[in-house]
């Protein structure tokens, strides 16, 4: 049955010296629970004075949106499923490399990575170390020299937005003989990145995030039309006209 679900995942973009190679940090195991929120912007200066002046349901920008959930991760399962590098590598390390790509997307990149990138480009297919987009070679004092990597979160089809990873949590529970985790619980909470954040973000990412936020906000609107469809004649009928 579990072949027949889709697993979330957590993209990333890193730079190498010929193009955008993506680290996908694909999710063990599909937490059980999603915590989607949103949060209303600020009124305008005109709706906030009294109730008198403006329009009370006027704000400054679009809500804020986010995700939170808890990711199980195990190195015995991964050494069961058989494949020999993901199990060659739970066994070296445990759960260590899962942790570790984690953790890196709340690192900041600097705009010269210098030669690291030869190495980290190395590690990345077996799930190691992770380097997200850089800023633009030009820097002034109005713009960091750094940013945090930019990171698609992948939830079906239907659900693929930019965001910023904003909060880690990891409990490690178990423990193999060097000391490498082999059990983890890891609490992850993601801000979506609104459109007017994606004009100024630089990086491999920049376009990928821009069309994926697109697609998501054009598909919920779509979604919301069709709602319409479940509408009931008897409440439409209740509703004060004129």
Do not use: C
Request: aromatic content about 6%; glycine content about 10%.
């Amino acid at each position: 049955m579990a072949g027949k679900y889709m697993k979330g995942a957590l993209i990333e973009f890193m730079p190498t010296l010929l193009v955008p190679e993506p680290n996908v940090i694909l999710f063990q195991f599909n937490p059980e629970n999603l915590t989607h929120t949103w949060t209303q912007p600020e009124p305008t200066a005109a709706a906030s004075s009294t109730a008198s002046q403006g329009n009370p349901l006027a704000v400054k920008g679009l809500p804020g949106e986010s995700f939170s959930f808890s990711l199980a991760m195990d190195a015995s399962d991964t050494i069961a499923d058989g494949n020999p590098l993901s199990a060659g590598l739970a066994l070296a390390s445990g759960i260590y490399s899962r942790l570790a790509a984690l953790e890196m997307l709340l690192y900041p990149t600097p705009a010269a990575s210098g030669g690291l990138l030869g190495s980290v480009s190395a590690s990345a297919s077996t799930g190691g170390v992770s380097i997200g987009g850089s800023a633009g070679a030009k820097a002034s004092a109005n713009v960091p020299a750094s940013q945090v990597p930019t990171v698609l979160f992948v939830w079906g089809p239907g659900r693929i937005v930019p965001v910023r990873v904003t909060q880690l949590t990891i409990t490690e529970k178990l423990y193999d003989a060097l000391l490498n985790p082999t059990h983890a619980d890891a609490q992850i909470a993601l801000r979506v990145l609104t459109s007017e954040e994606l004009k100024k973000v630089t990086g491999p990412l920049a376009g990928i995030a821009k069309v994926a936020y697109k697609y998501s906000q054009g598909l919920r609107q779509a979604l919301a039309i069709a709602n319409l469809a479940n509408a009931s004649d008897s409440i439409v009928g209740m509703l004060p006209v004129g």
